[in-house]
């Protein structure tokens, strides 16, 4: 059975983290309103860092870091398991991660990870920083 949790409001560090842990426990996820999820911090350092991460590399090569929301949320909870090893690569199989909710989720109930939900001063969305990366969502 798929835990569904809605990311609306969430700091995506501390969703991050709970959702590695159960993902590696054997747990298999949906993230739904991934658009929502928020980054503390100065929104011009953010996106600087963030417009970093895209130029480092070539096109060819990589790394290669996206700019779609429902993306960078999965590549966040990709770096906090062990990718490359056999049993990382199973687990991050079992993350889906959705913008808005999609109709097979609709009329079910969400789980919110209340760890996640502190509210800081200064924060961006990352459906902010996906426009600044230059994303029409």
Known sequence: MTIIIDANGATLGRLSTS??????????IAIVNSENA???????SIK??????REVGTYRKGPFFP????MIVKRTIRGMIPYQTPHGREAFKRLKCYIGVPK???G??????EEAKK?????ITIKELSKS???QV
């Open 19 to 28: 959702t590695a842990k159960r993902l590696l426990g054997g747990e298999e």
């Open 38 to 44: 928020i980054i503390s911090g100065k929104k011009s």
């Open 48 to 53: 600087n860092r963030y417009k970093q991460k």
């Open 67 to 70: 700019r779609m929301p429902d």
């Open 104 to 106: 097979e989720f609709e």
């Open 108 to 113: 079910k109930k969400f789980e919110i990870i």
């Open 119 to 123: 509210q800081p001063i200064d924060y």
């Open 133 to 135: 990366l230059g994303v």
